[in-house]
Structure formats: C-alpha cells, structure tokens
C-alpha cells in the first residue's frame, strides 16, 4: 500500500512540473493540464518518494515534481515493478508500460548533481479507467487474473461455464480479471492456455477449474506441473484440508499450485460449489505470495 505525496503538472514541456495537490486523469490521455499527457504509452508519470528523500539528503534540495513526476507516492519502489503491472487509486487505474527513460544531460538537476534519478528510479503508466487523485490518496496494486475452465463439453458449447464466474465473483476488488478460456480436457493444449496467461498477458494469478479428479481426461495437474517453474504445495494441501469440513471426497481432488515466471498458478475443482469452498480457504492469504513475485513485499519472520 502506498500514499500520493504530490500531484504534479506543466503547462507546457520544457518547464518544471509543479505540484497541483489533486487533479483529474482521462482514459488514455493522462493527467488533465499536463503537457505531456496524450495518447501514447507515457501518459503518467510516478516516482518513489523515498528515493526522492535519499537524492535530497546529498544536497540536492529538489522540490516535487522536479523530476518531471505527476504523481509522487510513498511505500513503493516503482523500478522494481514490471511492465504490466496495474495501480489503482480511488477510481483510477494504471498500467505500468516504461520504467524509467533517457535522461537529458542538459536537464537543471543532473548538470548541479551530476546525477538524475528519474532515468533508473521513474516509471510511466497508461490511464485505464479514470477519475481523480489528490494528495493522501492510497494506492495499491490491482492483481491481473486469468480464469480457465477446463470441460470438453464447455469448449463446444454444450454446457454452460458456471465455476469460472464463479471464481470471478468471489475476487476481492484488488483482483481484476483481464482474460478467461473455456479449454478442453487436453493436456497440451491447458498447458498452452496456461503459458499464453502467464507469458503474454501478463497475469499476476492463474486460476483453473475441473479436470482436478480420477477420471481418464482429468489432466489438469499435469498440463500444470508441465508449465511451472516450482511448486507450491502449501496451497493445495490447504483446500483439500478446507474442503475436507463440507465432503470427504475433498481428499480426492488431486489439485496443486505453482509458480511460473512472476505468475501463481492453482487449480480449483470442477463444480461452483467446490470453487467457492476452495477460494475461501486460501484467498485471503496470497495476496502476500503475489506481492513477494513482484518485488513488493519483504519475507515474515514470526519470533
């Protein structure tokens, strides 16, 4: 969780942005009254308040928005993020698209300093949803989900998906789903679904549904195993334990979770009933797994 500093804009390039302390941001445009707002990938402007702080203890004496910020927020370290990545404040939601850009060596501060932290430290963001953002405002991470439904039947149309909505009506706010398949009972072809979430639409959660049980096409946990560079099997164990209060066939679902590049993956049962049961047992807890693969959160010690 971070906390808005500054809000920050120019009139006009070329002249130093100056803090406004709140302003409106418009879908794909980027801050109203900022000059370089438009259409393009580098709508919005952030910078990490503490390395604005640890640039000033060297003299720097640099005031917000010297360094072409609009928004200066503390609590995250912006250049650890990747490209993809999705913020949300209020109303507002960002994607990360650029981290950090060229620096000018003309610019004021570097030719004082000899240094400029923007080049390493800045990012740049598109505006997908808009609204207003002011001094004070919290600001989180939004977790991109993909939900896959694995039914031979489903992918044909002869039966009605109910478990994938399912899944996405039990979401908190912070997740947000960007891609859902409907994919057949086909060992290859889940695993590719699943490489095409993790890869290519950068998904931060992967969750499936069916294909968990005994019978022959059940193939789920493989296509799984196939595409996960580690396992984690706390989460599993910890649904089919969850599960085991409602029904003992809980002990038959042969589910399991990993990870994939920046990407978790767990597969859930088959049938909306079970997927809800299953969600309630582990996704109040993830959210500190996910912020772990972004870089964002540091490692619990219990004393």
Known sequence: MGKVIAVCTSPARGTQKENVHKATLRVDYGVEGDAHAGNWHRQVSLLSYD??????????????????????????????????????????LLEITQIGKQCHHGCEIFQRMGDCIMPREGVFARV?????IAEGDEMHLVYKVGIITASDKGSMGEREDLSGPAIAERLPNDYQVVCTEIVPDDRAQLAEA???????????????????????????????QDVIDRAVPGIAEAIRAYSMQFTSRAMLSRGTSGIRGRTLIVNLPGSPKAVRESMDAFIDVIGHGLRLLLNTDGECART
């Not at 997908?128 to 207003?132: N, R, S, T």
């Not at 969750?207 to 193939?219: E, I, N, Q």
């Open 51 to 92: 390395k604005v702080q640890a640039f000033n203890a060297r003299g720097a004496a640099v005031k917000d928005g010297a360094f072409g910020e609009n928004l200066l927020v503390d609590g995250f370290d912006f250049a650890r993020l990747p490209v993809g990545t999705r913020l949300g404040c209020g109303e507002v």
């Open 128 to 132: 997908l949803h808009g609204g207003e």
């Open 194 to 224: 699943m490489r095409r979430m993790c890869d290519e639409q950068g998904c931060n959660l992967v969750l499936t549904t069916g294909g968990t049980g005994f019978a022959p096409r059940d193939v789920t946990p493989e296509a799984t």
